[in-house]
Antibody
Framework: EVQLVDSGGGLVQPGGSLRLSCAASGFTFINYALSWVRQAPGKGLEWVSSISGNGGNTFYADSVKGRFTISRDNSKNTLHLQMNGLRAEDTAVYYC????????????WGQGTLVAVSS | QSVLTQPPSVSGAPGQRVTISCTGSSSNIGAGYGVHWYQQLPGTAPKVLIYGNNNRPSGVPDRFSGSKSGTSASLAIIGLQAEDEADYYCQSYDSSLSGYVFGSGTKVTAL
């Protein structure tokens, strides 16, 4: 059974940093691309970033480009999102999600971790 | 403002058919990228209902079906049940944005 467990969220001041993690199990980790998707309180889903299976390809939403960095450790089956220069509008639940295929659907999701940016 | 447009809400009596539209453009749905649909129950993570326009993962009831035409797609719930009350999102890929795009979301209510 595929399992994705998100962690690392918390309260941070504007301009601060946070590193999210997603521990994966139940599938051959290196074979699948992964994404981070966020959801602001009471709002819809917003794609944040994705990374290919070998980590060689990454891409970002314009709203986070230059501030967030996605990475993965295939030896530890773990996905990360380093978030710098956090803003109030980054407040959201962040989900990691497994891509069925590149450019395809997100077929498994973590439980989400809440990031709150406030002074 | 979402790249993919959905109606904010749809409702129907139990047993009725309801449909949710997802309108995109020539850089996403119209470019041939697949459309996928997710169901999000309150307080939970999204779950894929339909992938690749019209495919149901195992375990998803067959009352859910998807279709795509031109720059739009639709999700149909045939025989609405109370347990289907949730938020529904479409998703595709956009070549102009070089990223994945989600619809604005639709709240489904069983009257």
């Amino acid at each position: 059974e595929v399992q994705l467990v998100d962690s690392g969220g918390g309260l941070v001041q504007p301009g601060g940093s946070l590193r999210l993690s997603c521990a994966a199990s139940g599938f051959t980790f290196i074979n699948y691309a992964l994404s981070w998707v966020r959801q602001a309180p009471g709002k819809g889903l917003e794609w944040v970033s994705s990374i290919s299976g070998n980590g060689g390809n990454t891409f970002y939403a314009d709203s986070v480009k230059g501030r967030f960095t996605i990475s993965r450790d295939n030896s530890k089956n773990t996905l990360h999102l380093q978030m710098n220069g956090l803003r109030a509008e980054d407040t959201a639940v962040y989900y990691c999600a497994k891509l069925m295929t590149w450019l395809g659907s997100h077929d498994s999701w973590g439980q989400g971790t809440l990031v709150a940016v406030s002074s | 403002q979402s790249v993919l447009t959905q109606p904010p809400s749809v409702s129907g009596a139990p047993g009725q058919r309801v449909t949710i539209s997802c309108t995109g453009s020539s850089s996403n749905i119209g470019a041939g990228y697949g459309v996928h649909w997710y169901q999000q129950l309150p307080g939970t993570a999204p779950k894929v209902l339909i992938y690749g326009n019209n495919n149901r993962p195992s375990g998803v009831p067959d009352r859910f079906s998807g279709s795509k035409s031109g720059t739009s797609a639709s999700l149909a719930i045939i025989g609405l049940q109370a347990e289907d009350e949730a938020d529904y999102y479409c998703q595709s890929y956009d070549s102009s944005l070089s990223g994945y795009v989600f619809g604005s979301g639709t709240k489904v209510t069983a009257l």
